[in-house]
């Protein structure tokens, strides 16, 4: 049974690693530098060169350190979602979107050194990071991750002592 959760979790790492090359290949090829398309009046697509990580933090740092520390990374999560129990399936969603985009991300600096990001929500006085779909598999694995948590730490508070209870 681990082996056929495994391979499930496998499919998500690498659809989100393609889905995130293939759109970023899209920006790449189809977009000027610094041009933006707007989607919605809050939305657009705005490409930039990220020469940080995850919304250029750590911007400073060489090329070959920012790919050390995505291995680092990379290695970290896969040995937490391996060791995780089936039973915390949200958890292990999570951990395989985290080394996704992390992969995602890893592509590009090898590639390119830099990471490709596109997307932007603004407000007229106001915006946010530009990231790109990657960040987004980050930022969502970690809240899963997260949440899978709560959910745990609320059952076992729940659960009258003495009796077995959560994961």
């Known amino acids: ?37 707007d989607l919605l009046p809050f939305l657009a697509l705005f490409r930039v060169h990220n020469n940080g990580i995850a919304f250029s933090m750590l911007s400073g740092m060489h090329d070959l350190a920012l790919i050390g520390l995505t291995v680092v ?19 292990r969603i999570g951990f395989a979107l ?8 890893l592509i590009d ?4 050194g830099y990471v490709v990001d596109y997307i932007l929500f603004h407000l007229p006085s106001w915006s946010f990071a530009v990231f790109n779909l990657a960040d ?10 997260v949440l899978e948590e709560i959910f745990v730490w609320l059952r076992e508070r729940k659960t009258p002592k003495g009796q077995a209870g959560g994961n």
Do not use: C, H
């Open 73 to 91: 990374v990379i290695a970290f999560v896969s040995y937490l979602w391996w060791s995780t129990v089936p039973a915390r399936w949200i958890s």
């Open 1 to 37: 049974m681990k082996s056929k959760s495994f391979f499930g979790l496998l499919v998500i790492v690498v659809l989100a690693v393609a889905s995130d090359q293939i759109i970023k290949y899209l920006v790449e090829t189809g977009m000027d530098y610094q041009q933006q398309i």
């Open 136 to 145: 987004a598999y980050i930022s969502v694995g970690a809240a899963l991750v």
């Open 98 to 105: 985290i080394i996704g985009g992390a992969i995602g991300n």
């Open 109 to 112: 600096r090898s590639l390119l």
